[in-house]
C-alpha cells in the first residue's frame, strides 16, 4: 500500500512540476476520447454516452462540436447527450440538428430527446410540431411518441391532423396508438373512430390494413361479418390476408371464422392461400395438408375435405380461449380427477402459480 501512493505521489509531483495540473488535464484528454468513442460501434458506443453524461457540464463543449461529426452515429449519440444534461447553450444547437441534420435516425433522437429540456421548462411544443411534417416518417413518429407520452396540450389536435392527412407511415403509427388507447381508454380511443372508418378506403393498402385492425379492435360485436365485407370489396392481396389475420385479434370467435380461412384458401393469390391456411391449422386440432403452390385441382380437392371436416365436426367445435382454438371434447385432454386419481391442485395443498407471461 504504501508503494503505491508513494508512486502516485511521485507521478503528480512529476505533473506539477510540467506546470500542468493533472486532473483538468486528464479529464480534457478522456472527454476527447470519450466524444471520438461516440462513432465507433453502434451500441458499444453507450458506455461513452454514459460517462460523458456523468462528467456533466465540463463534456459540453466537446458534445456541442461532435453534433458536427462527418459519423452520423456520434451526432446521434452527441445530441442524446446534449439534451440529457440541457444545458442552456446547447438548446439552439440542438433545434439546428433536428431541422438541418442529414441523418433521419439523428433528427428522430433530437425530437425524442428534447423530452429533456421540456423538463427542465423550455417550450419544446413548437419544434416538435413542426417535426411532424419532416420529410422523414421515423421523425415524426417519434415526435407524436413524444407529444403522447410527455401530454403535449396539442396532441389531440396533431392526431386527428395525421389521422387525416397524414403521410401513410404517420397515418399507421397513430392508428397503433389508437389500439393501445382502447385498451386504456376506451371512451378516448372511440372519439377517434369516424377517422379511423375514414381510412378504409384510403388509397395506400397499407394503411387499409391498419384501419381493418384498429376497427376490429373497437368493436364488440360483428367483427367477422365486417372482416368478411373487407375481404370481398378490397382487391388487393395484401388487404385480404390483413383481413384473414385480423379474425386472431376478435375476442371469442365464431365458428364460422372457420368457413372465412376455408374461402381465403380458394384465393388466387398464392400469398393469401398460404396465410389462410396457417391460420385454419392454427385454430383447429386438426391438420389436413395443403400445397398453396400446387396445381388447382390438387388445391380444390383440398379443400374439399376441409369443408368435409368442417361440415362434419361444426356442430362439436367450441372456442377455448385459453389455447385460442376451436376444439370438439375429443380434443381436449381428460382431467386427472375425471380418470379417478387427484388432480394437480388436489394432491399438493397450495394453489398452482400462474404462467410466467
Known sequence: ????????????????????????????????????ELGETQYGSMPAFEQLVQI?????????????????QARWWAVAAVCRLAPDEGYAPVLDVLKNDSDDFVRSTAVYHLRHYGKKGKDIWP??????TDKSPEVGRWALR????????????????????????LRSYALEYVRTQ?????????????????LLSAPDPLVRCDAIHTTVKMKDKGQLDFLREMY???????????????????????????EFFIQGMESDNEKVREAAFKLITKGVKEYIGFDAKGPVPMREATVAKWRQWLAANRDKLTWH?????????????????????????KAADTPRKAPTP
Not at 502516485?8 to 506539477?16: I, S, T, V
Not at 385498451?183 to 375514414?198: F, R, S
Open 1 to 36: 500500500m504504501r508503494r503505491l501512493a508513494t508512486v502516485w505521489l511521485g507521478a503528480a509531483a512529476m505533473a506539477a512540476m510540467a506546470g500542468e495540473p493533472p486532473k483538468e488535464a486528464d479529464q480534457a484528454a478522456r472527454i476527447a476520447k470519450l466524444c471520438k
Open 56 to 72: 456533466g457540464a465540463p463534456a459540453v463543449p466537446k458534445l456541442l462540436e461532435a453534433l458536427k461529426d462527418r459519423r452520423p
Open 146 to 169: 413524444l407529444m403522447m407520452e410527455d401530454g403535449c396540450p396539442k396532441f389531440d389536435d396533431a392526431m386527428r391532423k395525421t389521422l387525416a392527412s397524414g403521410g401513410s407511415e
Open 127 to 132: 419544434a416538435v410540431e413542426e417535426a411532424l
Open 321 to 345: 380461449s385459453d389455447v385460442r382454438k376451436f376444439l370438439r371434447p375429443e380434443d381436449r385432454p381428460a382431467k386427472a380427477d375425471e380418470k379417478g386419481g387427484k388432480s394437480p391442485a
Open 232 to 258: 370481398k370489396t378490397n382487391p388487393d392481396a395484401r388487404v385480404k390476408e390483413a383481413a384473414l389475420r385480423c379474425v386472431t385479434v376478435v375476442p371469442n370467435p365464431p365458428v364460422e371464422a372457420l
Open 182 to 198: 382502447f385498451e386504456k381508454d376506451t371512451a378516448k380511443a372511440k372519439a377517434y373512430e369516424p377517422l379511423v372508418q375514414q
